[in-house]
């Protein structure tokens, strides 16, 4: 199992720099290794590392490889880092087996959590946005699939769920939102 981030140059295939996850993020491989995919945003490369509290998500200068910033719980899955436009608002999204966080790309300062524990098999697949304010995400097993309402508020964010149903469980493949339809 490979526990490096790698950058390199595609014209020469020359490494530009390489960082040790498992050392950065203070966890072990998981047993499924490391299985999602960064997020390249601007300056940074951002990755999910399911590392110790305040160390699952970590983003890396694009250039350098440097450390530019970390945070998120303690918590495993392999879903990928995603950009998502809630409430005027760009954000950083991350789906783990506690739920969902999301973030401000640049520095990683959280905007709001929803905790959702799962029990049975790590979450993977992505969260589908949608009319800026709706965050639909799920997970196999029991967990099944969640509609969040986000709303941004003078103090800060609230999450509200609006519908919960364990009929629809995705795991491997993301599901769609297409006018106003989910398909999966």
Known sequence: ????VRVWDAATGALVWNRNVPQDA?????????SSSPLVNANHVIVF???AEDKSVIAY?????????????????YSSPQLAMIGGTSQLLMVSNFGMQAFQ???????????WAIGTNPRCVQPAVSE?????????GTSGTRLL?????????????????????PYFNNGVLHKGYYYG
């Open 132 to 140: 800026g304010r709706y965050v639909l995400f799920g997970g196999t």
């Open 26 to 34: 203070h966890t072990r491989v998981p047993g499924y290794g490391f």
């Open 149 to 169: 309402e986000i709303t941004r508020q003078q103090d800060g964010w609230r999450t509200e769920e609006q519908w919960t149903t364990r009929r629809v469980r």
């Open 1 to 4: 199992v490979d526990d490096d």
């Open 49 to 51: 590392t399911s590392g």
């Open 61 to 77: 200068d694009r250039l350098t490889g440097e450390i530019a910033w970390h945070g998120g719980r303690k918590t495993s899955g």
């Open 105 to 115: 790309a640049e520095d990683g300062i959280l905007l709001w959590e929803h905790p």
